[in-house]
């Protein structure tokens, strides 16, 4: 099995075998790597060498029925670039993604986020600003929501927030 602790990259064929058989044999909805960075042993700017990454992991998405949530960076200058421009690396990455969801962190004191959309199936999301906020529930466990804000003062939005809360484990 593939374990937290091991290195893992997709290009290693006895760890890339050891994950299929992990994923066969817990059958996750979900696939979250974090990041391409840790897991990737080529050079992420050769498409030549970003396509044995990229094609294990569509063989293990297709195969095991499984979404793959890839954590991965963008330029430094991304100014005037969609997010799909923005990626770091070859553009082969960017074209093998169904969406993208860019994080921006704007304010620290007040942990707002700007998320962006972008992907090769439209329609696509409109941006959006949220803010993160933890609390607890009726039972008393820790949560955390995401509200998303509108162009409106701080007491409209905490009324007509939306939210999508999970409990902290």
């Known amino acids: 099995r593939v374990d937290s602790v091991t290195p893992f990259t997709w290009q290693d064929d006895d760890q890339y075998t050891k994950l299929v058989e992990t994923v066969a044999a817990f059958r996750p909805k979900l696939l979250v790597v974090d990041s391409l960075a840790r897991t990737n042993a080529a ?17 293990l998405a297709l195969r095991l029925d499984v979404a793959i949530l890839l954590i991965h960076h963008f330029t430094k200058e991304t100014k005037g670039k969609t997010l799909l421009q923005s990626l770091r690396g070859s553009g082969a990455i960017g074209a093998v993604m169904r969406h993208l969801i860019g994080v921006e962190k704007k304010a620290k004191e007040r ?59």
């Not at 050079?43 to 063989?59: F, G, I, P, T, Y």
């Not at 700007?114 to 906020?133: C, K, Q, S």
């Not at 607890?136 to 009324?159: H, I, L, P, S």
């Open 43 to 59: 050079d992420e700017s050769s498409a030549k060498e970003m396509a044995v990454l990229l094609n294990r992991m569509a063989d």
């Open 111 to 169: 942990e707002t986020n700007t998320l962006e959309f972008d992907g090769n199936l439209h329609p696509l999301a409109d941006p959006m600003r949220i803010t993160l906020v933890d609390g607890t529930n009726a039972q008393g466990m820790a949560t955390r929501a995401f509200r998303q804000e509108a162009d409106k003062k701080q007491e409209e939005v905490e009324e007509e927030a939306v939210s999508i809360t999970s409990e902290l484990a």
